[in-house]
């Protein structure tokens, strides 16, 4: 069974301490794995996909990685709008192309 | 540019009553999705549309319908609402299976009493 867990529940760091989210996941054969960006109140919001183990992907202060079981995202110099709340979700080959989700890690940036 | 919408977007429901959630796309996306969301779990999908007129079930469709009639909307009916129902509902939709970048909607929030 395809399955996707994400550590931390949440983390609390201080602006400018970078750090990473970690996304494990069990499929048959990937297809692609994804992360997500959620604020508050908002439907999520697409950041990366990715594809193959050694995969990586930027975007101003994130960083996605990827290898055969997990991913994860850096952050680097993180800022307080980088709050949110970041889902993984994976699709696997034997999966009609519909995604399972990870429950998300809650980053919160203090000033 | 509005993307995906969702009406309404609060919602507070009897027990036993029924209400419908509309999804409305305007991207010609031809996949669309109705997933929930509840605290301390990933997404899961309810209910999903590969085209017009088409619908097909999900992981939890218990308690759900769907329809399809138009290639832009996608609607999610509650027949008889329990508590169990309540959730943040989200509507998704992509322009393809190969295409990977789902729109998702800003939600619905339900509580049902």
């Known amino acids: 069974e395809d399955q996707v867990t994400q550590s931390p529940e949440a983390l609390r760091l201080q602006e400018g301490e970078s750090s990473s989210l970690n996304c494990s996941y069990t499929?048959?054969?990937?297809?692609?794995l994804f992360w997500y960006r959620q604020d508050p109140g908002k439907g999520p919001e697409f950041l990366f996909t990715l594809y193959s183990a050694g995969e990586e992907k930027e975007k101003e202060r994130l960083k996605a990685t990827l290898t055969k079981k997990e991913s994860f995202l850096h952050i680097t110099a993180p800022k307080p709008e980088d709050s949110a709340t970041y889902l993984c979700?994976?699709?696997?080959?034997?999966?009609?192309?519909?995604?399972?989700w990870g429950a998300g890690t809650k980053l919160i940036i203090k000033p | 540019n509005a993307g995906v919408t969702q009406t309404p977007k609060f919602r507070v429901l009897k027990t036993g009553q029924s209400m419908t959630l509309l999804c409305a796309q305007d991207?010609?996306?031809?996949?669309m999705y109705w997933y929930r969301q509840d605290p301390g779990m990933g997404l899961r999908l309810i209910h999903y549309?590969?085209?017009?007129?088409?619908?097909a079930k999900g992981e939890v469709p218990d308690g759900y319908n769907v329809s399809r009639l138009k290639k832009q909307n996608f609607l999610l009916g509650l027949e008889s609402a329990a508590p169990s129902q309540t959730s943040v509902y989200f509507c998704a939709s992509r322009l393809t299976a190969g295409s990977y970048g789902y729109t998702f909607g800003s939600g619905t929030r339900l509580t049902v009493v």
């Open positions: 991207m010609n996306h031809e996949y």
């Open positions: 549309s590969v085209g017009e007129g088409t619908t």
């Open positions: 499929v048959s054969g990937l297809r692609g």
């Open positions: 979700a994976v699709q696997g080959v034997d999966s009609n192309y519909q995604l399972i």
